[in-house]
């Protein structure tokens, strides 16, 4: 693996991921209604698995992957309690792919590949951040969608009025691929 699964282990194994808030996120659940969410889906980062459990009850055809063991194994499992085994979950290391076509391809390529609050984990790393969008690229079919849920940054670095969910800097970061 190209980082450290033990930070996001810990989360996990001790309950105390603030991310996690026992539903989908409610941008995620608003897209799906909208009929934005087609085909074969991804969710990189997928923590808890909730947007991979919501969208498997309504029918996709979803796989849930995560860095992290401990967030794979909890995501199952709250699979298994919400009654919905048919979700799908695998450790998957997103810097990875876009670097090793044997890795990628055991994937396959998606149609929707929903980011929820994973892609800005890379925004202070250049060169991860790059890799993870190769990843994106080659597992996101020609003429497919990412739905990129980033949250709100402000560093020392960057001045308020400057944020990543800029569409003109996130073109920037994502590039044209």
Same mark, same amino acid.
């Given at each position: 693996? /190209?980082?450290?699964?033990?930070?996001?282990?810990?989360?996990?194994? $001790?309950?105390?991921? #603030?991310?996690?808030?026992?539903?989908?996120?409610?941008? @995620?659940?608003?897209?799906? *209604? =909208?009929? !934005? @969410?087609?085909? *074969?889906?991804?969710? #990189?980062?997928?923590?808890?698995? =909730?947007? /991979?459990?919501?969208? /498997?009850? !309504?029918? %996709?055809?979803? &796989?849930?992957?995560?860095?992290? #063991?401990?967030?794979?194994?909890?995501?199952?499992? $709250?699979?298994?309690?919400?009654?919905?085994?048919?979700? *799908?979950?695998?450790?998957?290391?997103?810097?990875?792919?876009?670097?090793?076509? =044997? %890795?990628?391809?055991?994937?396959?390529?998606?149609?929707?590949?929903?980011?929820?609050? +994973?892609?800005?984990?890379?925004? =202070?790393?250049?060169?991860?951040?790059?890799?993870?969008?190769?990843?994106?690229?080659?597992?996101?079919?020609?003429?497919?969608?990412?739905?990129? +849920?980033? &949250? !709100?940054?402000? /560093?020392?670095?960057? #001045?308020?009025?400057? *944020?990543?969910?800029?569409?003109?800097?996130?073109?920037?970061?994502?590039?044209?691929?």
């Amino acid at each position: 693996m /190209t980082q450290s699964a033990e930070t996001w282990n810990n989360a996990y194994d $001790n309950d105390t991921a #603030p991310w996690v808030i026992g539903a989908p996120q409610p941008a @995620i659940v608003a897209l799906e *209604r =909208e009929g !934005r @969410i087609a085909g *074969r889906v991804l969710d #990189p980062g997928c923590g808890a698995g =909730e947007h /991979t459990i919501m969208l /498997t009850e !309504r029918g %996709y055809d979803v &796989l849930g992957v995560d860095l992290s #063991p401990s967030a794979v194994a909890y995501a199952r499992r $709250n699979a298994a309690e919400k009654g919905s085994p048919a979700a *799908r979950f695998e450790v998957t290391d997103m810097v990875r792919v876009g670097a090793d076509p =044997e %890795y990628a391809a055991r994937l396959g390529v998606f149609d929707t590949i929903i980011d929820s609050a +994973l892609f800005h984990v890379f925004l =202070e790393d250049p060169e991860l951040r790059a890799a993870y969008v190769r990843s994106l690229h080659a597992l996101c079919k020609p003429g497919g969608t990412l739905h990129l +849920l980033a &949250l !709100r940054c402000r /560093t020392r670095f960057r #001045p308020p009025h400057q *944020r990543w969910h800029d569409p003109r800097i996130l073109h920037h970061r994502l590039g044209s691929g």
